[in-house]
């Protein structure tokens, strides 16, 4: 192996999510007036996440996915040491940055675009949200929470009334339920408007009433 092909695996090995495709649907970059950014979960990919926007597709809004690379955004549990999970998180992160900057191209806000995340997606979203303070279209965490052993750890700033969502199952078998009201205290501090629900049985899954939701957020600018 070159010199050059060692520097490439090792600059991929810090970022290893660079170079993995943003997938997009809806309104074209010029004609688009918001953007929702979807987040897949473990296992899944941009694609699939993408056939949601069935459910809640509004002319005049672009979604962008970002895939993760082997289909997985880090590879420790939710609980895990933050630190644990990297270099996956903060180049996962990075694709997040992106997505938004290819919003922004488009002429497209943060106010104006929303953050929706299933699973592992759901954590990503939180995370991103949560380490870059601002005001945002919305947050939607599906399935969800931040990360790390102590839920709020290090966050400051101010997502000023950013519109927040956390709905997960009460037997979530990834997710304790202990997490999302923590999470829900977090961004109220952080000045969000928070709503969180836990739903009875749901298991790992997305339910109307969420889809719902996030119609009512997309709604608000569209």
Known sequence: MTQDADSTRSERGKNPHEGQPIETAGAPPQAAEAAVVLLHGRGSSAQSILTLIDEFLHHGVMYLAPQAAHSAWYPRSIDAPVEDNEPWLSSALDRVSNALGTAAAAGIPSERTLLLGFSQGGCLASEFVARNPGRYGGLVVLSGSLLGPETGQNYDGSIDGTPVFLGCSDDDP??????????????????GDVTSRLYDGLGHAINDDEIQMINTFIEQFV
């Open 174 to 191: 990834y997710v304790a339920a202990e997490r999302i009201h923590d999470s829900a205290r977090v961004f109220e501090q952080l000045d």
